[in-house]
């Protein structure tokens, strides 16, 4: 039924916006354990920090995550946006704020089992602030 289907993409959008925010407060507090737990493990994944080469697969991606959790910036995430990737799959499109500069990002999740993970993630740089909320359409694309 349609009305089932946005209920359940409403469900999803915040599953997806709620991992991501796990994700910047295992990044936030240097908790690899969390981390690691939210990184998928049915297939490949990638990371690609700012000015770093791509570092492809689990054990390089985190072993990555492991070094820069040792002292982790002062990170936060600031005007997330979900984008739907069909029914399992979705991106969260946001600005990392450190220490008051902004970077561009992208995390892109899979649904593995009952819940969701990342699969990706990329950060670089921005010209310009996140837009200001009050003037942003809907959080969520479809």
Do not use: K
């Amino acid at each position: 039924m349609v009305g089932d289907a946005a209920v359940t993409t409403d469900r999803d959008d915040a599953e997806i916006l709620f991992t991501n925010e796990r994700f910047y407060a295992a990044f936030a507090g240097g908790d690899a354990d969390e981390m690691a737990r939210l990184w998928g493990e049915a297939g490949e994944v990638c990371c690609l920090h700012p000015g770093w080469e791509p570092l492809f697969g689990r054990n390089r991606v985190l072993a990555s995550w492991q070094a820069i959790l040792q002292a982790p910036p002062p990170v936060r995430c600031v005007a997330p946006r979900v984008v739907r990737m069909g029914p399992d799959g979705g991106a969260v499109i946001c600005w990392e704020e450190i220490g008051g500069e902004y970077l561009i990002a992208t995390n892109l999740f899979r649904r593995e089992g009952d819940g969701w993970r990342v699969i990706h993630h990329q950060a670089g740089p921005v010209r310009g602030a996140p837009p200001d909320p009050e003037s942003e359409p809907g959080r969520s694309v479809n």
